[in-house]
């Protein structure tokens, strides 16, 4: 649907009866017509409170159905011809809107997040971290990708990857304490640890830490 809706982002729709540019809007789960969907995650619609259309409509609903309700032009993404939808409320829609800009960057971050699973399987032959480390602080990204990028940590054995992760706030615990237990075991097979005070990473059997002087 994500890649259905970037094909038709920078296409244009209008109004036939105020000549308004249409409005990108999030569809509403069902179709009150038929209960199914739309058929779309995304619907163009006229927003303009003076559209001729939106104007009249109150009293030819309330004449022809007896309850208070307008129409606004609506048009789905790459049809032609758009058709009359029925709203309860002036304010129908107002707060749905969909920025283009944030579409663009949900495809990128899915883009980022496709390759980085795809770089997995390679990822520690080519001692190469960054598939890990985007999984691993992309908080949008699948939870299975996630965990499995948080134990291909110790077999990276790149003690760079600390840096990134310790400064990152997770917003699932699972995944912050998945991260946690790899750091552990990396800093243990380098005989290293970090240093309670400023962070640093220094020998494990160290007793006071060389970058803060601090007694351990």
Not at 187 to 195: G, I, S
């Amino acid at each position: 649907m994500l890649k259905a809706c970037l094909k038709h982002l920078d296409e244009k729709y209008y109004c036939p009866y105020c000549k308004q540019q249409l409005t990108c809007c999030n569809a509403p789960p069902f179709h009150v017509g038929d209960g199914l969907g739309w058929g779309s995650e995304y619907l163009y619609i006229c927003l303009n409170d003076e559209c001729p259309l939106f104007v009249s409509g109150w009293q030819h609903v309330e004449e022809k159905f007896g309850h208070r309700a307008s129409y606004r032009h609506m048009m789905l993404p790459g049809e032609k011809n758009g058709t009359p939808m029925m709203v309860a409320s002036p304010d129908a829609f107002k707060g749905c809107e969909v920025d283009p800009e944030s579409i663009r960057l949900q495809s990128q971050r899915y883009a980022r997040e496709k390759a980085a699973l795809q770089e997995l399987d390679t990822c520690v032959a080519a001692k190469n971290p960054a598939p890990v480390l985007t999984l691993v602080l992309d908080e949008a990204a699948g939870k299975e990708g996630r965990n499995r990028a948080c134990e291909l940590l110790v077999e990276l054995n790149d003690l760079t990857c600390l840096d990134p992760i310790r400064n990152h706030h997770f917003n699932d615990a699972s995944i912050e304490q998945a991260a946690n237990m790899a750091i552990a075991r990396l800093l243990k097979a380098n005989f290293k640890k970090e240093c309670p005070y400023c962070s640093e990473i220094i020998k494990a059997q160290a007793k006071v830490c060389r970058h803060c002087g601090k007694e351990l």
